[in-house]
């Protein structure tokens, strides 16, 4: 998109969003293209995960993540796997003072992210292995012990496997309308989080993960 575009998207003036894509290229996460508009840059390339699936899932995540916070009270991701990894494509942040900020760009290893434990727990064992190759013996089958319980439990749980203080709840999303490997998730600071609250995070990622499906094979 172009500079203008970009401040039309974000509500604000043309130098500030100037400023925002410069620092965006200087981080990589953006590139200005040769007739002078702005695309991903080699950090979103990351993975084997086309553009326009990643842009579909957010637009049609984005509503079914509000109406999540607002049941769970926690901040709600959207997510695709990216070969090894899952790439984080769009966020809502809760509104509590104390929460899980916006992961919106970030990738985070598949095996550890609880959308990404989830999106694993639905593969082949072909693609499951193909996904983890890089780990040793001993943490595949740590991993496989956990996809299994994944698979029973019909989500996945990741406490503080990534981030020290912060424990999330992921599922997948059915594939649809030509999006696959997606996941749903709800992140909370580890200290506000109970067990007695996975039924009801669980049931209501669930949800949303069918409603996202059926708008995505909708059109």
């Known amino acids: 998109m172009r500079v203008t575009d970009a401040a039309a998207r974000l509500g604000v003036s043309v130098s500030t969003a100037h400023r925002l894509l410069g620092m965006l290229v200087y981080r990589d996460f953006a590139e200005q293209l040769p007739d002078r508009r702005y695309g991903a840059g080699p950090v979103l390339r990351q993975g084997p995960v086309p553009q326009a699936s990643a842009a579909r899932l957010r637009e ?38 104390l929460r899980v900020g916006d992961r919106t760009g970030r990738t985070l290893p598949a095996h550890l992210a609880s959308g990404g434990r989830a999106v694993l727990a639905t593969l082949a064992d072909g693609e499951v292995a193909a996904a983890l190759d890089a780990l040793d013996e001993a943490a595949v089958a740590q991993v496989l012990r956990g996809l299994r319980t994944a698979r029973r439990r019909g989500f996945a749980l990741n406490d503080q496997g990534t981030e020290a203080g912060l424990t999330a709840v992921g599922v997948a999303v059915p594939p649809a309308g030509g999006v696959t490997g997606a996941a749903l998730s709800v992140a909370a600071p580890t200290a506000r989080f109970s067990r007695d609250r996975l039924p009801a995070w669980a049931a209501a990622l669930s949800a949303a993960a069918a409603a996202v499906a059926r708008d995505l094979a909708a059109g």
């Open 60 to 97: 049609v995540a984005l509503p079914h993540l509000r109406r999540l916070v607002e049941v769970v009270g926690e901040t709600a991701n959207a997510m695709v796997l990216a070969g090894p990894d899952v790439r984080f494509v769009a966020t809502v942040e809760s509104d509590q003072v």
